[in-house]
């Protein structure tokens, strides 16, 4: 029952985490655009997200006759509880449930997202939506072997596949001061693998008008557009555990850092956004087979020479 009531509340933050997330990226943009942003609704905005979920889930759900109906309904709902599983390795003192094997368990779920993209355009039987669930399933699969082989490194360096023990061993220094462009290629990666801008090819609206969720309405766009923004979050979480996790778990201020590390990572996400332009998905394809690829090859082989070294 504890645990139940546990994942319960962690699930409900999560969800309003995200829904002040949209709040603040679109503020942030807004403000990098030279203008206001949200500022009716309430004070300065604040409650916008609160209204754009209930305009949402009451509106009707319109479905087109030409859909798969059984997998159409299926693919949001298998996307967000997905990106729901991932919060389940929050390394705090106070979680019931403890993954001592926590680095393969976010390899396995993450590479389960592309499913739910592939689904929803499949499913939804539009050439938008089919060209832009194969673009996401592209780039997807290419950036996981990059991230895969990045991931590695802090692996080798702490020798441990547990979220907690890869914080405790940066407590005198961060992973991302040994291999300052090997953090920056992990942040790269994680922009592409949650399909974000400059790389959102999944939905590119200039060509693709909405992509893969293009038929999609009221409280299934809603499940897709949690599923997005909470993989931001926990993309954001892990990239400050596994390169700027500094204290020690059983430190409050410890937890703190952590938070504001995060928000910082999900913050250059919004910044990312709005201050480049959208690749071109050729060059998007080179930049992980022919630059990301070869230079994590060559820091692993690094990393272990170093180690065969010191032993």
Do not use: H
């Amino acid at each position: 029952m504890l645990t139940v009531i546990s994942c319960v509340f962690t699930y409900v933050c999560i969800l309003l985490a995200v829904a002040f997330f949209t709040l603040l990226e679109r503020k942030g943009l807004s403000y990098i655009q030279r203008r206001k942003g949200p500022n009716k609704v309430g004070i300065t905005g604040i409650p916008q997200p609160l209204a754009d979920a209930a305009k949402l889930l009451t509106k009707e759900i319109v479905i087109p006759s030409v859909v798969n109906i059984s997998v159409y309904a299926t693919a949001p709902i298998l996307s967000f509880i997905l990106a729901l599983l991932l919060w389940q390795l929050y390394p705090s003192l106070y979680a019931v449930s403890y993954f001592k094997s926590g680095v393969l368990f976010f390899l396995c779920v993450s590479a389960m997202n592309v499913y739910g993209t592939l689904l929803a355009g499949w499913a939804s039987n539009s050439k938008y939506a089919l060209l832009g669930a194969l673009r996401a399933i592209a780039q997807t699969i290419s950036y996981e072997v990059s991230m895969a082989l990045i991931l590695l490194f802090p692996l080798f360096i702490s020798a441990s596949f547990n979220f907690i023990e890869l914080k405790e061993v940066q407590s005198s220094i961060w992973f991302t001061f040994l291999l300052v462009p090997l953090g920056c290629m992990w942040f790269v990666t994680c922009v592409a693998e949650t399909n974000r801008a400059p790389f959102d090819f999944a939905g590119g609206e200039s060509e693709l008008v909405s992509g893969f969720n293009i038929e999609y309405g009221s409280a299934g766009f809603a499940l897709i557009f949690l599923a997005e923004y909470a993989n931001i979050l926990v993309m954001s979480l892990f990239t400050a555990l596994l390169f700027t996790g500094g204290g020690s778990i059983f430190s409050m201020s410890s937890d703190f850092l952590l938070v504001l590390e995060t928000l910082f990572f999900a913050f250059l996400f919004i910044w990312v956004r709005g201050s480049y332009p959208r690749f071109r998905y050729d060059l998007l394809m080179g930049l992980t087979w022919k630059a990301f690829l070869p230079a994590a090859l060559t820091a692993l082989v690094l990393v272990n020479s170093l180690n065969f070294i010191l032993k």
